[in-house]
T-cell receptor, first 112, second 114 residues
Framework: KQEVTQIPAALSVPEGENLVLNCSFT??????LQWFRQDPGKGLTSLLL?????REQTSGRLNASLDKSSGRSTLYIAASQPGDSATYLC???????????FGKGMKLTVNP | GAVVSQHPSWVICKSGTSVKIECRSL??????MFWYRQFPKQSLMLMAT?????????EQGVEKDKFLINHASLTLSTLTVTSAHPEDSSFYIC??????????FGSGTRLTVV
């Protein structure tokens, strides 16, 4: 059974710091991995999707990497801003399935 | 981009009553819709997968008679929580597959059963 872990559960940093968010998964037979952002009481916004054959994806100040063999992904946020404050979720899609398995998320607070 | 509209965004109901949550795909046809539930400080957990015109597929441990899913059209899927109890209080969110392999999510429904 696939399990996705995100540690730590929460992080508070001053504005401007470069951040690394971690995600690990137990079953490497994944189809893809996605990072989402969730604002309080809101839905999910997809940030980056990495196919199992890819090593990384970039969008603006965000960079996500994937090491499938070790079951790890990192989301790098450059020059963090207060507007980046949100809960960040990591989810994997298993090969042969449409089911997404989510981590519990990491609540990020960027202080001005 | 593809948008899924979910209503209501929040609802408070009395124990024993039923609540219906709707998800509509606004600018695309969603042949498959996914329903998730999120308890506080827990992961989003898939409850069921609904396919237009056929019965939903429920995940293990999810009571299909309690959580009724209807996907009668390509743009609308509904989740009805029947005879709701306080333990059903949670955040419910729908998702639709958009292209391959992306997904788009509704804005979620916060259900509180009192």
């Amino acid at each position: 059974k696939q399990e996705v872990t995100q540690i730590p559960a929460a992080l508070s940093v001053p504005e401007g710091e470069n951040l690394v968010l971690n995600c690990s998964f137990t079953d490497s037979a994944i189809y893809n991995l996605q990072w989402f952002r969730q604002d309080p009481g809101k839905g999910l916004t997809s940030l980056l999707l990495i196919q199992s054959s890819q090593r990384e994806q970039t969008s603006g100040r965000l960079n996500a990497s994937l090491d499938k063999s070790s079951g790890r992904s990192t989301l790098y946020i450059a020059a963090s801003q207060p507007g980046d404050s949100a809960t960040y979720l990591c989810a994997v899609q298993q090969g042969g399935s449409e089911k997404l398995v989510f981590g519990k998320g990491m609540k990020l607070t960027v202080n001005p | 981009g593809a948008v899924v509209s979910q209503h209501p965004s929040w609802v408070i109901c009395k124990s024993g009553t039923s609540v219906k949550i709707e998800c509509r795909s606004l600018d695309f046809q969603a042949t498959t819709m996914f329903w998730y539930r999120q308890f506080p400080k827990q992961s989003l957990m898939l409850m069921a997968t609904s396919n237009e015109g056929s019965k939903a597929t429920y995940e293990q441990g999810v009571e299909k008679d309690k959580f009724l899913i209807n996907h009668a059209s390509l743009t609308l899927s509904t989740l009805t929580v029947t005879s709701a109890h306080p333990e059903d209080s949670s955040f419910y969110i729908c998702s639709a597959r958009v292209g391959a392999p992306g997904y788009t999510f509704g804005s979620g429904t916060r259900l509180t059963v009192v």
